[in-house]
């Protein structure tokens, strides 16, 4: 199976590179994967390079495609991004926000409706609440309708609600063919919502696989040097580890 993502030998970083001959695949097929890793591992940083913000050494392919070969437009045909901390400098309304982002009103259309935005299309994006203007942000992003999706820490500003609603949405958006990058702090989120998790720690991949797999007592311990324990739901069916506080 070809790979949606590939990365090989990529270093980079800011004044001390954090990625030394760093490699991964993601292979073609939708899915949710989840970065994650202690503040500083790189995990946005890697999805800086994936959108072409910093510079690298290495190669990255998307979809076949090696990333430097890509004009910015052509690029955002292949991926888009959430950012963390993302801004509309510029007093746009909803619907501006997102048609700017769009290639067809189809998509924009389809892109409000999923983030539950459609009474908001005339707002200013300076008049939303942070729950509201991070949604915007996300309906940008899917107006693109790329096949891959990258997202630093998406529903970090989002209430609990917002959340689990937005986590089911990307599980959806998987299901139908995208493939979503997705980085989290939240160990009960990326359980319960990740096709495949993939773990780093200082530049370095640790573990890749699905979340049984990598998100272990020893991979935690060895990662954040925290101890965890496991919660069961009422059905004993679905076990998730947590951190022993």
Known sequence: MADILC???????????IFQDFSLRIPQGGRLVTLLG???????????????QLPYRGNIWVDGINLS??????LARHLCLVP???????????????????????????????????????TSVQELSGGEFQRTLIARALAQASPLMLLDEPVSSLDIAQQIGMMRLFKRLAHEGKTLVCV????????????????IQKGKLVSQGKPEVVLTPE???????????????????????????
């Open 219 to 245: 991979h935690l311990s060895q990662v954040y040097g925290v101890e965890t324990q496991e919660l069961a739901d009422s059905s004993g069916r679905l076990r998730l580890l947590c951190p022993r506080w």
């Open 38 to 52: 202690p503040n500083g591992s790189g995990k946005s940083t890697l999805l800086k390079f994936l959108y072409r």
């Open 69 to 74: 070969s890509l004009r910015q437009r052509e």
């Open 84 to 122: 963390q901390n993302g801004r509309i400098d510029y007093d746009f309304t909803v619907g501006e926000a997102v048609r700017m982002a769009s290639f067809s009103p189809d998509d924009t259309r389809t892109a409000l409706q999923l983030c539950h935005l459609e009474g908001k299309e005339q």
């Open 7 to 17: 990365i090989e030998h990529l270093n980079g970083g800011y004044d001390t590179p």
């Open 184 to 199: 989290l702090h939240d160990l009960l989120l990326a359980q319960v919502y990740s096709d495949e998790v993939v773990l």
